[in-house]
C-alpha cells in the first residue's frame, strides 16, 4: 500500500520507457482510444477518421481524464500501477507517474482540488490532492466490492463510488476523506451522474436493464427509468438537459431526459457492447468505443444513425478529444 504522505510528482521523466513516440501530423487532431484487452493506444486523425498510429502504453489502460488545465491527458493502466500522461492534441506521451494502486477509473473534483482512483481489483478509493502539478495521497479507503465509477456534487465536498459487485453506492466527503453513507442501489451499479440541480443520483445498472434515480439526501431510490439491458455509462449531449446511456448488452444508447427523468430516445443498430462516448464540439457526432466489437464507432446524433466504424484493438474502452461538446 503506498504510504499516505507519499508524493508523486507528475512530472516524473519517462526516461527509457517503452512507450514509443508518437508521429501525428503537426495540425492533427486526435482521437484517443485505449485498448483495454490489448495494453495499447490507437489515435485517430479525428478529421479524416484514418488510424495514425496504435503503441504500447501499460496494462490494461481502460478510463482517461484531462488535467484541468487542458494540458494533459491522463491515462489509467489498471494493473500497471501508474499514469501516463499524454499531450492531450496529438497523443504524444508526455511523463508517467508510477507507483499508483490499481487506477481503474480516475477523476477531478470540480473545484480541482482532489484526485480520486477506484482500484477495481483492490476493493479501494483512493484520494489524493492535487495542486495542478503533482498528486499527493490524502486517504486509502478500502471497499468491497469492486469500485467502479465516480461522480461528484458541485461543490466538490462529496463523491459518489458505485460498487459494482456488492450492488451499492457510496458517498464520501472529500475534507475529511471518510465514507459518509452506503446504500443498496441495483444490480452491478456502473456510470453515476448527478443531476444539475444537485438532487438526484442516476446510476446505470450494468447488471439489469434501468436507471436508478436516487435522492441521494435520503438515501432512496424513487424511481427506475428503463433504457436497456446492461446500462452502463453516460455522457452529456451539452443542452445541460439530456445525457447519453450506452446499453452494453442491449447494444444500443439512450437519451434521458434529467428535468422529466424520462427516457426520450434510443439509437440502434450499433456494434456490440457500446461504452465509452466523446461528443463534437458541434454535437453532431457522438464517438462510441465498442467494447466487443474491437471497433469505435461515429453516430449523426440528428439522424440517430451509425455512419461510421474504424477498427482498432481488443476490448476498447476510454475514448476522448480535445474539441468536444461540454461534459454538463
Known amino acids: 500500500m503506498l504510504a499516505l504522505r507519499r508524493v508523486v510528482s507528475g512530472f516524473a521523466a519517462i526516461g527509457t520507457l517503452a512507450l514509443g513516440m508518437v ?33 504500447p502504453v501499460g496494462k490494461e489502460p481502460h478510463h482517461l481524464i484531462a488535467t484541468p488545465d487542458d494540458k494533459s491527458l491522463i491515462v489509467a493502466n489498471a494493473v500497471g500501477n501508474d499514469l501516463v500522461f499524454l499531450d492531450p492534441v496529438t497523443g504524444k506521451v508526455q511523463q508517467r507517474v508510477p ?37 499527493k495521497i490524502a486517504k486509502q479507503l478500502p471497499l468491497a466490492k469492486t469500485p467502479s465509477h465516480i461522480a461528484f456534487t458541485a461543490d466538490s465536498r462529496v463523491a459518489f463510488v458505485t460498487l ?12 475529511t ?35 436508478a434515480v436516487i435522492d441521494w439526501h435520503t438515501r432512496t431510490v424513487v424511481k427506475q427509468i428503463q433504457t436497456g439491458k446492461g446500462a452502463h455509462n453516460f455522457r452529456a449531449v ?15 444508447i439512450s437519451i434521458v431526459d434529467q ?22 464540439a458541434d ?12 471497433a469505435v464507432g ?6 440517430r444513425k451509425l455512419v461510421k466504424t474504424i477498427r482498432v484493438g481488443r476490448s476498447p474502452h476510454g475514448i476522448y478529444f480535445r474539441t468536444r461538446a461540454p461534459l454538463y
Do not use: C
Open 177 to 211: 476523506q471518510t465514507v459518509m453513507w452506503r446504500m443498496n442501489a441495483g444490480s452491478a451499479p456502473a456510470g453515476v451522474w448527478v443531476t444539475p440541480d444537485q438532487k438526484y443520483l442516476l446510476v446505470g445498472m450494468t447488471g439489469a436493464d434501468y436507471v
Open 164 to 175: 459494482q459487485d456488492s450492488n451499492e453506492v457510496v458517498a464520501i466527503d472529500l475534507p
Open 298 to 303: 461515429l453516430i449523426d446524433v440528428a439522424s
Open 283 to 294: 454535437g453532431k457526432t457522438l464517438w462510441v468505443s465498442f467494447r466487443w466489437a474491437r
Open 238 to 252: 451539452g443542452d445541460k438537459r439530456h445525457l447519453f446511456l450506452s446499453n452494453r448488452v442491449s447494444g444500443t
Open 23 to 55: 508521429a501525428a501530423p503537426a495540425l492533427a487532431e486526435v482521437v484517443v482510444v485505449l485498448n483495454s484487452g490489448d495494453a495499447t493506444v490507437t489515435l485517430i486523425d479525428k478529421d479524416t477518421q484514418k488510424v495514425l498510429e496504435t503503441f
Open 259 to 280: 428535468q422529466t427523468l424520462t427516457k426520450v430516445g434510443d439509437i440502434t443498430g450499433l456494434p456490440a457492447g457500446p461504452d465509452d462516448m466523446e461528443l463534437t
Open 99 to 135: 507507483n499508483v494502486d490499481d487506477p481503474y477509473q480516475i477523476g477531478f473534483s470540480p473545484d480541482q482540488k482532489w484526485f480520486l482512483t477506484t482500484g477495481n481489483r483492490l476493493d479501494r478509493v483512493d484520494v489524493y490532492r492535487w495542486d495542478g502539478k503533482a498528486l
